[in-house]
């Protein structure tokens, strides 16, 4: 690498626009312009300074602020054809089976979501080039960053109070001109900066007013704001940092939390409660009228359970830690988790209560209840009489292609049926018949396996009633990253406020060495009429040559252009 | 002097942007593999989760004191067509290899008794069965379809993961793969 040297002695790095002492144009660009581009203060960037390896063409290629921004418009347009259909997630069918998947999409949204499911989209913010999409992002911020923040340290850090006068003509604020006594008015100025709340430093004839120079770290904080923010989001992959499942919880059931190991949850009821139009919610009286009925709570009723110290999944050795209330939007926590709210289903069967009566007299022998989560083997109903449980089906096929299949569907109990044993004093070889819900009684042989002859039966199961529960749909979160977010969000937004509200402001005044006259630069990175408000401030008690914002003329002249 | 001072400053560089590009690439590379929200599954290699069961007959079953046999640990439901077209081989496997230093455990996924004492009834079965009452044994092993049977060898380790039916043959030749030697 070779070094530019500028003439008053200091030595650049390579790329360098504007000396980083004195400020004048090194580069031919740079010479040729009249006002010259301050960004990065024309800095050498590392990037555009080494071109050799492979190395050094991946880091400049995320060093260019274009590619950046390509990779940030790719990311929002892509981001935004997610959102055109359903992600996969979020559809009623279950994920893990692609079949199904790819037929959803195909039935519900035709060609169009043909394609989408075949080119991935069904699932595109796991996919992998999405990953390193976003991943691109992080590198392009921190590479492109550090290219230019340490660059911009040093050249603001080795600035010379007095600068080369190419480099004050080529200022958008730039005045010259004869002063009475210009020693005197660099003096006054300095004083006159410093009551402004500005740092004075005076030199060889020469002033430097500076102001806010912290202001010009704002984009580089924010993006260190970012990129807490993105190791957040990537910490959620790893185990144990960041959970969102879901539970469905029966009332009186207790269940082993998902993705909460060694906890338990049992649900002592769930309330769902309206408001009344009665009592004390009668001021809502019209509000409830148009809607018909609004609920005013879902709550489940919990205690939390945990496995006791050194206990085994599957052993029930269990302690209880607390019960709670849970109501939307009051999530049970512990442990870093919570609990929430989200569904309910009412009205499952949960019992059935039947009475053994006599065809021919139709006498009761007694009622006894099934529940169907744990049904017993055998109901006493008195003296030689009983009722036993052959098998149960909670949800029973029944006849399925013109054959009486004795089998469950599912394990809930959508359809229950029993075999029913039925033995009393007159029959103690006992009867048996098949018994499903809102249909008649078969009463059939069952005790010879396979054959399932009809038979007349002296005695009957009538039934009487049936039980209920209700289900609430919960979900499990935990998510360790969440203050790392904040810590992120907070960072950006400082980095924000700092290149927003303040901007770095510098004024150069100093004594042409040659002519005596004085000569007068300003530059700040945004908000010009502020800058100019305060050299005018100070311009009225001291000496100052008059100077003009050449950005402003400009402007001028396009808008008289625009006149005629 | 000076040549050599910057040749090994141009090095040096490279060799930190070479270590970080590098970095960015590894972090980028292990978060494809990662999925936020989903537990990291049980695969071949690690240790099966320790858990302890009662089985129909009221013995207790620790998976820690199987250790130097074998243990075929099957998930089922009663409900589940596949789940019963297996369980025929898995008792007639089970005659063979039950003396070779090979369990079964059948964990039923949270029915009740009686239906899995019918089922087992009917079906004839002579292995332990024991009911996985409030799915703990079935989340530590984050067991999604049925059936799904984790093959589990002397040594405590998990050397296969089916998460499908298996027809004799495939029973057999997992069993001798987790036989002790």
Redesign the interface.
Known sequence: ?SKIKCQCGHENPEGTQLCEACGRPLSEEAKKSDIVDMRYEGSARRSKT?TT?I??K??NFFSSVTVGVWIIVILLVTSAIGTLLPQRFNIDVPP?IEAQVAEYYEKHYGIFGKVYYTLGLDNMY?S?WF??LV??L??SI??ASVDRVVPLYKSLKRQRTRRHASFMKRQRLFGAGPVDDPDESIEQAGEAFKKLKYNVKIENDAMLAEKNRFSRWGPYVNHTGLIIFLVG??L????GW????AMWLREGE??????A?GY?LESKGFTLENYDVEGEDKVFEDAIERAGSVVKNYQTDVVLYKDKEG??????DLEKVKEYEIVVNKPLTFDGYSIFQMEYRLDELSGMTFALVNKGSTDSLGEFTIDL?????KYELGEGTYVQ????F??FIGTRNGKMEL?????VPNNPAFIFKLVTPETPEGETSLVEIGKPALEIDVTD?GTLDIVENDYQVKFLAADTHDMSGLTIRKDKTLYLLLVGGIIFMIGVAQGSYWQHRRVWIQKDEKTGELLLAGHTNKNWFSLRKDIDEVAETVPLPSYEDRADQEDKKEKKGDDN | MNNERKANKKKKRSIIRGVALAIFAIVILVSLTLTPGKQKGLKPGDMAPDFELVDLDGNTHRLSDYRGEGVFLNFWGTWCAPCKREMPFMEKQYQTFKDEGVHILAVNVKESDLKVDSFRRSYQLSFPIAIDKTEAVKDAYQIKPLPTTILIDPDGKIVEIVQDEMNELEIKNYMEMIQPK
């Open positions: 690498m080494y390896s190395v050094d991946v880091w893990n796991s992998w990953k390193i991943g691109m992080g590198v921190i590479i989001v990537l959620r992959g790893l185990p960041y959970v969102d499942e207790r269940k082993s939390i998902p993705g190991q338990y206990a085994l999944p599957g052993s029930e989560t744990a049904p017993e083997r449980i052959l098998d149960y909670p949800d089998d469950t569907a599912t394990p396996k």
